[in-house]
């Protein structure tokens, strides 16, 4: 009987994850192309972020044979960072119902690119994005170390886990015997079928409610006591400043996010309000718009997104917004998320956007110079934060909102911004480097550094006086 309900369960449960699914294609516009929803739904159910807000350069979908012969699978591959650590999450997904043995051999081996190669080794790889995020794996290696680094591996596909193969079992426990040899703080492969897809997507966002939670399924389990009591503390405060400070220090004793611990502060319920207005949904917590039919990929942005790029544009910090993002959450949160009008955070986040798909499609990934096709990958924000300067011809725009709402209404009005906007703004980052040693030498730290930040707003400056002197004069 048992085993009769569990089939009936794994059946159930595989029905609704291709629901789902087919749900995932409609609004990411992927035309019912199942497998690569799959990809995106498990990755952003591993990340426990939303769909719609996923990275899609974190989609690497890396399925081939490098020129040693040896075949390799990697579908998302994610790194976040922290002041005092980084997590690395990869996964490989399956859209079936078995657990294939061959395929945690085939993702052994794209992490041992991912951990054991670089250099010239790395250049045969023609997976871009993959060559991407291994390459940043390896300069989050040089700022936090091994001993301060985590990797969680996971394989998922639509079948159960109730009965996986001796051979199976095997080839897993040589990938944790694998990844445990690496020296990381931590590492863990987890193996996800339908049942914990569904279980994962339907869960309650425990941050914040753990006590809640444990005592519903205690409840749940029949190991709730009939004389369980619960200690409340009510507080009453006239001051919302207060208020939200003890609800943080409350939280603090949690694992939390500090993205997800800032979820409920004043400001980011006025910016919700306020995006809200303008058309666009800002998620301040992780999936919070899942069941928004109007969300979309284009109208939805998290708030750390959208944190990233108003430090980047607005504030003139793309040096902070690439590699120290942390800090919109920590010692620059009032300043990047207390800005007077909302447009030059819709239009910091829209210009961001489509620096990002320029790159993602430009032929400068194949330049000749290493140097142009680094800054291809790791200079979105420099090259953002110089776009709105070119395009807007000033930074003042940022402080008028009458200048912000027509460059909003430009962007949203599909005012193209053509290529050759975006090749200047590329060009002046370019020529900005290239002109100065120290920032060459090396690059990683340069586009780490204020000193760059500096030196690309000397340049438009520059450029800018030049302009009007020849207008005069003309």
Request: one cysteine or more; charged letters at 25%.
């Amino acid at each position: 009987m048992a085993k009769n309900k569990s089939s009936g369960s794994s059946t159930l449960h595989q029905q609704i994850v291709h629901d789902r699914l087919i749900d995932a294609a409609s609004r990411l516009n992927l035309r019912q192309d199942l497998p690569a929803a799959f990809i995106r739904y498990a990755h952003a159910l591993v990340l426990g972020s939303s769909l719609l807000t996923l990275d899609r350069q974190d989609i690497v979908d890396a399925r081939e044979v490098t020129d040693g012969g040896q075949e390799k699978q990697i579908d998302a591959f994610t790194i976040r960072e922290s002041d005092q650590d980084a997590t690395v999450f990869i996964t490989q997904t399956k859209l079936g119902a078995s657990f294939s043995s061959n395929d945690i051999v085939l993702l052994k081996n794209g992490l041992s690119w991912c951990f054991e190669k670089g250099g010239d080794e790395l250049k045969s790889l023609k997976n871009l994005r993959l060559r991407k995020r291994i390459e940043e794996l390896w300069i989050s290696l040089k700022q936090v170390g091994p001993s301060r680094l985590r990797v969680v591996v996971s394989y998922i596909t639509t079948g159960s886990t109730d009965h996986l193969s001796d051979e199976f079992a095997q080839e897993r426990a040589a990938l944790e015997r694998y990844l445990s040899g690496l020296g990381f703080s931590d590492t863990s492969v987890q193996v996800w079928g339908a049942a914990e897809l569904v279980q994962r997507a339907d869960e309650i966002d425990r941050e914040g409610c753990q006590t809640a939670s444990v005592l519903a399924a205690a409840q749940a389990n029949g190991k709730l006591a009939a004389n369980t009591r619960v200690l409340v503390r009510a507080y009453q405060a006239v001051t919302p400043g207060l208020i939200d400070d003890i609800v943080e220090s409350t939280n603090t004793q949690n694992k939390i996010t500090t993205r997800n611990l800032k979820a409920n502060d004043r400001l980011q319920i006025e910016m919700q309000q306020a995006f809200r207005t303008k058309g666009f949904f800002y998620e301040r917590k992780p999936r919070q718009f899942d069941n928004e039919l109007a969300a979309t990929a284009e109208t939805l942005m998290s708030n750390e997104e959208v944190g990233q790029g108003y430090l980047a544009v607005v504030m003139k910090q793309p040096s902070n917004a690439g590699r120290r993002k942390y800090l919109i959450w920590d010692e620059m949160y009032k300043q990047v998320f207390g800005g007077s009008i909302v447009e030059p955070y819709i239009v910091a986040t829209l210009l961001t956007r489509a620096v990002r798909e320029w790159l993602d499609g430009s032929a400068l990934h194949y330049s000749r110079s290493e140097l142009k096709k680094k800054l291809a990958s790791r200079a979105a924000y420099h090259i953002a934060r110089v776009l709105s300067f070119q395009w807007a011809r000033g930074d003042s725009w940022v402080r008028d909102a009458a200048q912000a709402t027509t460059f909003l209404e430009n962007l949203k009005g599909r005012k193209r911004i053509t290529s050759a906007q975006f090749q200047r703004a590329f060009d002046t980052v370019y020529t900005t480097i290239a002109r100065f040693k120290e920032f060459k030498s090396d690059l990683d730290l340069s586009l780490r550094s204020a000193a760059l930040d500096e030196a690309l707003d000397r340049a438009l400056y520059r450029s800018r006086a030049s302009t009007k002197k020849k207008s005069v004069t003309g």
